[in-house]
Each structure stands twice: as structure tokens, then as C-alpha cells.
């Protein structure tokens, strides 16, 4: 499903003004905002009861959107990345000094990914940048895998958009790496 270009618009313009939006992952849906906006990610962290020092993921339609949040050490860890992008794989990766704590928590790092899936991917383009992804649900509570999950997590929210679309593959959220390491800390 590819969303139409006025659904796009409007999207976007609720973005740009600090909205947040739940939409289709490759595994779960995701609550998502404007990853440079701090009034929309505590938004986000309000409604799932996250602590802010935990950091958040990032996800892009290509590698060149995530630059200004990221440094990339080597050109071994870019290979490696670029081996699972754009795919369901998260990767942790050293911050720039642009990347706000916000999205770092308590890390010199910030989790991306480049989506193949293309809800998320299309959202991003539209976009102009990637966008903050992290899964629709409170804390301790499963993530949700429909809008209408969603909705019963986030009642009566007016700051949350709903972006409809089906999930990709995986049966659960991403897997997440370290990109220095190739270590997995999330299977």
C-alpha cells in the first residue's frame, strides 16, 4: 500500500507542526514524530512511559538522511550496514555532535535503521528526513500489530495521527546491533 499524495500532505504538515503519528513497521506499529522536535519526542515519551534516558530509533529512507545524527567510524561498518540496508535491521552507531540528547538519552549513540518497508520509507521521503521510531505501546505492554490495537493503547489523543498500512514480515520489532561490534543486543 503506498499512501496518496494529499494523505502524504497532511502527514507531513502534522509533523512539521509537532504532531505524532502510529504507523506500519516491518514488525510492529510505530509511534513516530519529528526527531529534531523535543516538545513532539516527549510527546511520544509521555504516552508510552519511557524514560527519556533510554534513547529512541531512528528511521530513514536511505542512509544519507540519518548523516546529520550519526558519524560513520569506517568504511568497514558502512559495508556493514549497507549489507541489511535498506531492511529490518537497527543498527547502534557512534553520535555526531548534532544528535540531541533527546533522542541519545544517556548514550554517545543513536539506533537507525534504513526501512525497506514502503509505508515508513514513503513517510520519510515526504518527510524530507527520517523520522523517530519507536513501538506503539506503553511500556510493558506488546507492541501493536494493528491500528485498532493503537487506538485502544491511545485513546482520545488528538495528537496522534493514524497511518494506515500493513506491517512487514517479522513477527516482532526490529533486531538491533552494534555497528561497531556487529554484536546483537536485540534478537
Not at 13 to 31: D, M, N, S, W
Not at 79 to 107: D, M, N, Q
Not at 115 to 131: E, I, K, N, S
Not at 142 to 158: G, I, Q, T
Amino acid at each position: 500500500m503506498i499512501l496518496s499524495r494529499w494523505r502524504l500532505r497532511l502527514i507531513v504538515r502534522h509533523l512539521r507542526r509537532g504532531g505524532v503519528i502510529a504507523y506500519p513497521t516491518e514488525g510492529v506499529y510505530g509511534l513516530g514524530c519529528d526527531p529534531w522536535n523535543q516538545a513532539a519526542v516527549e510527546i511520544i515519551l509521555a504516552l508510552k512511559g519511557r524514560p527519556a534516558d533510554k534513547g529512541l530509533i531512528l528511521i530513514a529512507a536511505d542512509i544519507e538522511q540519518l548523516l546529520p545524527f550519526v558519524r560513520l567510524p569506517s568504511e568497514t561498518v558502512v559495508e556493514r550496514l549497507l549489507e541489511t540496508w535498506p531492511g529490518p535491521v537497527t543498527w547502534i552507531l557512534p553520535a555526531s555532535p548534532l544528535a540531541p540528547e533527546w533522542l541519545r538519552g544517556k548514550r554517545p549513540t543513536v539506533a537507525c535503521r534504513v526501512t525497506a518497508h514502503p509505508v515508513a520509507a514513503q513517510l520519510c521521503r515526504a518527510f524530507g528526513g527520517p523520522l523517530v521510531s519507536t513501538s506503539a505501546n506503553p511500556a510493558g505492554h506488546r507492541p501493536a500489530r494493528c491500528l485498532l490495537e493503537v487506538r485502544r493503547y491511545f485513546r482520545d489523543r488528538p495528537e496522534l495521527l493514524p497511518v494506515p498500512g500493513p506491517l512487514g514480515g517479522l513477527e516482532r520489532p526490529t533486531p538491533i546491533f552494534d555497528a561497531l561490534t556487529g554484536r546483537c543486543l536485540r534478537p
